[in-house]
């Protein structure tokens, strides 16, 4: 389980900034390319806040492998 640390979102209906520990990570393809938003319900009213978060904070949420990672390399078993 990946704790969800408190995230700074800006409210451009009400022009305030809030903090938020709850939240979704949604993936766009923005040019080819994947991009990570945290997206939560504004507290003062009904409709969403977004605000682009790091790929590297967008894939441990996600549970997808980062960059910095490195790649296992699994070799089967065989009988000789």
Not at 5 to 26: H, M, S, T, W
Not at 35 to 43: G, K, L, M, T
Not at 48 to 76: A, F, Y
Request: glycine residues 4%; contains cysteine; positive net charge.
């Amino acid at each position: 389980m990946v704790i969800m640390e408190a995230l700074q979102f800006y409210d451009v209906k009400n022009k305030e900034k809030f903090k938020a520990d709850k939240y979704e990570i949604r993936t766009k393809n923005v040019r080819g390319k994947p991009r990570y938003f945290a997206v939560c319900n504004s507290p003062n009213g009904t409709w969403e806040c977004w605000r682009v978060v790091k790929s590297d904070l967008g894939k441990k949420i996600l549970g997808l492998k980062t960059t910095n990672q490195q790649n296992d390399i699994v070799v089967p078993d065989e009988d000789f």
